[in-house]
């Protein structure tokens, strides 16, 4: 099996509608795709309806978070997308999502970068905006090269010169509510540190206390000491170890399947959700 828990639609900051995505998903030869956009489930139905013979959508969110001044995602799967107060914390990050957006085009514009806010407003469409939409149009601008190059401190990275806060959640609440709606927590790229600073991998102690599930370790992000390294401190803390794409469709040049999750995390994701079950498409092999 060929599993892959983590890429984004228009929904969010992807450039695949959700029903593109799981038809790319399938010609790509994968089984099994997440959908976890940012903060948000509107992908799900659209996905569902469009899955294709033979391929699985596990359902998500990918939340932010923040933790000790650092921004941090939490990967949420198999959750009950109608829990009340899980949908009221992703409603208040979405909620900020448009200000935050409209900070960054102004930090820019004293940066002396022509960005417009009606030029990231195009880009993200019907989507989630956020920073990737930022990104794209200094792409647009030729003031970066690539979506990757503005997340730098010199840019939109954490702490960069344009770079704004928005309403996060606290890691440790996050784990509660998802916990509390049936799901699975995974720490996304943790250890991703030319996005900028990174939480301290100490910390992963007391988030695996407090119920996490596991790390995202197979990501373009990690070098290969850097996922041996997450390796070994899940093996010590008890700690699942997950492999993603991170696709966001031509926003960035990763693809679909390229790097993996084990079937057997998979399945043992799958056994400690309650939330919600894997949907299999028609004729599909998806089970609990």
């Known amino acids: 099996m060929r599993i892959d828990l983590h890429t984004h639609s228009t929904a969010s900051d992807g450039t695949d509608t959700p029903a593109e995505l799981v038809a790319n998903a399938a010609a790509a030869g994968l ?28 359902t998500g969110a990918e939340l932010s978070c923040r933790l000790g001044g650092v921004g ?11 829990d009340p107060e899980l949908e009221r914390e ?4 979405r909620d900020d999502r448009v200000p935050r957006a409209q900070e960054m085009v102004r930090k820019l514009r004293a940066l ?7 030029q990231v407003a195009r880009i993200a ?15 647009e601008l030729g003031v970066v090269d690539t979506v990757s190059d503005a997340f730098t401190p010199e840019w939109l ?13 606290d890691p440790f609440e996050a784990i ?20 900028g600073e990174v939480v301290p991998e100490a910390e992963l102690a007391a988030l695996a206390a407090a119920g996490l599930d596991g790390i995202e370790v197979d990501h373009m992000d990690h070098d290969e000491p850097t996922r041996a390294r997450l390796r070994g401190l899940a093996r010590e803390l008890g700690l699942l170890t997950t492999g993603s794409s991170d696709y966001h469709g031509s926003r960035k040049t990763v693809r ?3 790097y993996t999750t084990d079937p057997e995390i998979y399945g043992e994701i799958t056994r400690r959700a309650t939330g919600a079950f894997p949907v299999p498409g028609a004729g599909g092999a998806g089970r609990r």
Request: no cysteine; net charge negative; charged share 20%.
């Open 157 to 169: 990275g954490n702490g960069g010169r344009a770079y704004a806060e928005k309403h996060e959640l």
């Open 112 to 118: 002396d970068v022509p960005i417009t806010w009606e």
């Open 256 to 258: 679909l399947g390229e």
């Open 125 to 139: 469409g019907d989507g989630s905006v956020g920073r990737p939409h930022v990104a794209a149009a200094l792409v």
């Open 90 to 93: 992703r409603e208040l990050v």
């Open 31 to 58: 089984d099994v795709v997440a959908l976890t956009d940012h903060d948000t489930v509107g992908g799900h139905q659209q996905a569902i309806d469009a899955l294709p013979e033979g391929l699985t959508l596990v």
């Open 176 to 195: 509660r509510l998802v916990k509390a709606a049936g799901g699975v927590t995974v720490f996304a790229h943790p250890a991703a540190a030319k996005r």
């Open 72 to 82: 941090l995602h939490m990967l949420a799967y198999l959750f009950d997308p109608a």
